[in-house]
T-cell receptor, first 117, second 111 residues
Framework: EAGVAQSPRYKIIEKRQSVAFWCNPI?????LYWYQQILGQGPKLLIQ????????DSQLPKDRFSAERLKGVDSTLKIQPAKLEDSAVYLC???????????????FGEGSRLTVL | GQQVMQIPQYQHVQEGEDFTTYCNSS?????IQWYKQRPGGHPVFLIQ?????EVKKQKRLTFQFGEAKKNSSLHITATQTTDVGTYFC???????????FGTGTRLTVIP
């Protein structure tokens, strides 16, 4: 079974530029998550999708971050404009469980490492 | 968002010694999950605890969920170098798989 795919693996940009990350979850997984992991910290939930609807985006900095999951499959996370403090690994995860099906294991991708100069 | 604290932040042990990390939530949880992240890697699921007072074992790893469902612990017996990594608890308050990760405990095992 293929895992969660993310791209690009690495990205270096200057502040005020924009960047987009892509995630393709495990086939059939209804729930998709984007987490931000700053070096030395735990993953911070940015947004949770159930199919193509948003379940939780309370910690997403909406003035600069946006995410979508069109057609309820793959997802894109965009940052515009980037700030120095956005330097982090952006982890995508998926789960066959979700809003109505209760809790269960999250499967993480390898992550996209962003460096903002 | 959810506040989930883990202690200690770092732990260095000699190979063969035991290791314990503790996870504390400010609110009652529906369930809690544990993940391991190797250096340079991504979090990998270890286990999920659902019931009050639940204890689960996986070989040398023992997981416990507190009676009040606000805290949890992970204990490793006789650590090995393969146990190196950061251990995170992930708290689910609502039961909707809305997971908030703890601060993590970074384990170093000295051969």
């Amino acid at each position: 079974e293929a895992g969660v795919a993310q791209s690009p693996r690495y990205k270096i940009i200057e502040k005020r530029q924009s960047v987009a990350f892509w995630c393709n979850p495990i086939s059939g997984h209804a729930t998709l998550y984007w987490y931000q992991q700053i070096l030395g910290q735990g993953p911070k939930l940015l947004i949770q999708f159930q199919n193509n609807g948003v379940v939780d985006d309370s910690q997403l900095p909406k003035d600069r971050f946006s995410a979508e999951r069109l057609k309820g499959v793959d997802s894109t996370l965009k940052i515009q404009p980037a700030k120095l403090e956005d330097s982090a690994v952006y982890l995508c995860a998926s789960s066959p469980r979700g809003w109505l099906a209760g809790s269960g294991e999250l499967f993480f991708g390898e992550g996209s490492r962003l460096t903002v100069l | 968002g959810q506040q989930v604290m883990q202690i200690p932040q770092y732990q260095h042990v000699q190979e063969g010694e035991d290791f314990t990390t503790y996870c504390n939530s400010s609110t009652t949880l529906s369930n809690i999950q544990w993940y391991k992240q190797r250096p340079g890697g991504h979090p990998v699921f270890l286990i999920q605890l659902v019931k009050s007072g639940e204890v689960k074992k996986q070989k040398r790893l023992t997981f416990q969920f507190g009676e009040a469902k606000k805290n949890s612990s992970l204990h490793i017996t006789a650590t090995q170098t393969t146990d190196v990594g950061t251990y995170f608890c992930a708290a689910d308050q609502t039961g909707a798989n809305n997971l908030f990760f703890g601060t993590g405990t970074r384990l170093t095992v000295i051969p």
